[in-house]
């Protein structure tokens, strides 16, 4: 696992977590690719493949020669793998049993053509992952490394602002492992329960270059805009948007 840079494991900020399900290492990240007994997940799909290597699925034979190359994954089950693979691209998402306040994530992910997931706060601040490469149009928050616009349900999903864009695009190609370390700092309230500080993205990093900083989030994201803000909450891998794997998802409390 590649940890995040020293500027950024420097930073101490408040924390109110929940008491662990899973216990840290002793440099207090916390392994969540863990499945049986000891999985930090509430539950974890049946068609989740844990395999040691993914790839993209190469075309059908009888496919146009300009048809993309694929829009799924590879990867056959291997026992004790430490990469999870979302079956054919639709389960349930990964929620975790233990509540997080200020923490640091590092998630490694690979992702389809065409591909969407993304990484939840709370369960409801969300970093986007998408397949952005090579984007040369104006970025938003649906791209990847994006913090998702504000949406709402009816009469069809559809997006109310456009989030907050990443200040580069530092996306890789469908096929090809990335890497997200953010740096998260929850909402602050006072003893009446009343906000006294917004969610923020401290720092977040994506392959390398720094695409938040110091970026406040006023309400959570998507759908999710008018829920009640909390001081903690579970952290969630989205699984339900399209092929994605992950591995090396770690969480280090602050």
Not at 72 to 87: M, Q
């Amino acid at each position: 696992m590649r940890h995040l840079p020293a500027a950024l494991m420097g930073l101490v900020l408040a924390a109110c977590p929940a008491s662990p399900v899973v216990a840290a290492e002793p440099d207090g990240w916390t392994d969540l690719l863990k499945s049986g007994k000891d999985s930090p997940w509430k539950s974890v799909d049946k068609n989740w493949i844990f395999t040691d290597s993914v790839s993209l699925a190469p075309a059908k034979p009888d496919a146009p020669a300009k048809t993309p190359r694929t829009k799924l994954l590879a990867a056959a089950p291997v026992e004790g793998g430490g990469v999870w693979v979302n079956g054919g691209g639709r389960v349930p998402d990964l929620i975790t049993k233990q509540s997080f306040g200020d923490c640091e994530v590092h998630v490694e992910f690979l992702i389809a053509e065409k591909s969407n997931s993304g990484i939840k706060f709370h369960a409801v601040y969300e970093i986007q992952i998408l397949d952005s490469y090579g984007k040369k149009t104006e970025l938003s928050g649906d791209d990847c490394g994006g913090i998702y616009p504000r949406a709402e349900l009816k009469p069809n999903y559809h997006h109310i602002d456009k989030g907050t864009p990443p200040k580069v695009n530092a996306a890789k190609p469908a096929g090809e492992w990335q890497t997200l370390d953010v740096v998260w700092q929850s909402p602050r309230f006072d003893d009446k329960g009343e906000k006294t500080a917004n969610a923020k993205v401290v720092k977040a990093i994506l392959n390398g270059q720094v695409i938040h900083e110091d970026q406040e989030l006023k309400t959570p994201t998507g759908n999710n805009y008018t829920k009640k803000e909390t001081p903690t909450g579970p952290f969630m891998l989205q699984a339900d948007h399209g092929p994605v794997a992950f591995r090396n998802v770690k969480i280090k409390v602050k």
